[in-house]
């Protein structure tokens, strides 16, 4: 096989991957969508995006370098980089035609190469996503109140939340956030800077009355994200799809609200930080561990590290020291995925399903099953 036709074949194989993400945007990001798919047909072609992407032609699905390239083009917009662009971005008031969209993209991506491989090549897809705090919030409702019943106690558990794959940590304040039902009631805190059309079909199983009281968070990433700096917070806008300006303005009032409540987040990888973490045991307290749309992205080395070290911390629990694993991930369900909020609890031995919603959180629908 010559130089030329390797390049061509790892290019058809990355082009591949720009259309899946493209398909994965279909009836929610038009914009998105066409780009990618414009720009998997320039890969085809060997055009301006096989430059940029050169170095990144072997990544994994997992990796999703469709979507890192989308957000590195609209990092570009957001930093007034790229003026004729700009016009069919919502996030910066403009309006999508579709049909010019590449012609008027093409002067930007040649003029930026350098730099849009460059960042392609340093970062990693952070949506960071805030709306899956209301799945989260009715979860920790739920285990809460499980655990305390498992405990013969009359009222819920206090909880420390870890985060596993935290990005900038905007998730990590739940407590602080306002829940709106489709009946008006505001669930959290209802003057919250932040508050979320939670869009619930049907209701969690706990009784929303009580108050959720967190006593404890921490947070870890492989790339974390300062959301106190202009440059995070581009960082993490740069992954919402432009023409997704409800999705925007939930990060922009995620943002606000981060920084009246600033929680840090290490730089460390999974297994080693939550050993770390559980190591210090907290009576009367329910440890969650939590992680969101972040386990196509763990290694396998790590997954298994990460079992063996919460498997150890599960086998120490006590009904007044509980621990919980609470996670929103996709799961396969016949040809497709579905993102699913999955419950166990230990020592009381509860394993559950609370059922399914959209990846960015909402909606969602509560439906209670066995995790098998």
């Avoid at 929680?263 to 009576?283: H, I, N």
């Amino acid at each position: 096989m010559t130089r030329d036709s390797a390049a061509t074949s790892v290019n058809t194989v990355l082009a591949e991957l720009f259309a899946a993400a493209a398909h994965g945007c279909r009836d929610r990001s038009p914009l998105t969508q066409r780009l990618l798919n414009d720009a998997a047909e320039d890969l085809r072609l060997g055009g301006v995006t096989a430059r940029i992407m050169a170095g990144s032609e072997r990544d994994r699905e997992g990796s999703v370098p469709g979507l890192r390239f989308a957000g590195a083009v609209h990092r570009l917009v957001l930093e007034g980089r790229a003026p004729e662009l700009a016009k069919h971005y919502p996030s910066v008031g403009g309006q999508p035609h579709l049909p010019t969209l590449w012609e008027d993209a093409l002067p930007a991506l040649k003029a930026h190469a350098d730099l849009l491989r460059y960042r392609i090549g340093a970062t990693v897809v952070q949506t960071n996503e805030p709306g899956r705090s209301a799945p989260l919030y009715g979860g920790l409702m739920v285990a809460a109140q499980e655990a305390a019943k498992a405990a013969n106690r009359h009222v819920p558990f206090c909880v420390r939340l870890l985060e596993v794959g935290a990005s900038g940590g905007l998730n990590l304040r739940p407590h602080h956030v306002g829940y709106r039902l489709d009946d008006g009631t505001v669930l959290g805190d209802p003057d919250s800077l932040l508050v979320l059309d939670a869009e619930w079909t049907g209701r969690p199983p706990a009784d929303l009355g009580h108050r959720l009281r967190v006593v404890g968070r921490a947070g870890c990433d492989l790339n974390p994200v300062d959301v106190s700096t202009e440059d995070g917070r581009l960082h993490l806008s740069s992954f919402v799809w432009a023409d997704q300006l409800g999705r925007w303005n939930r990060l922009r009032d995620a943002l606000d609200l981060a920084a009246t409540d600033p929680v840090k987040v290490d730089r460390s990888a999974g297994p080693e930080w939550l050993a770390k973490q559980l190591a210090r045991v907290e009576r009367d307290v329910l440890t969650v561990v939590w992680h969101s749309v972040v386990w196509q992205y763990v290694s396998p080395a790590d997954r298994a590290m990460g079992r063996a070290v919460l498997a150890d911390a599960a086998a120490k629990a006590t009904p007044t020291t509980p621990l919980a694993l609470l996670v929103f991930e996709p799961r396969r369900a016949d040809d497709t995925y579905r993102f699913e909020l999955l419950l166990k609890l230990w020592p009381a031995g509860i394993s559950l399903n609370l059922g399914y919603g959209e990846g960015h959180g909402t909606p969602f629908t509560w439906n209670v099953t066995p995790w098998e």
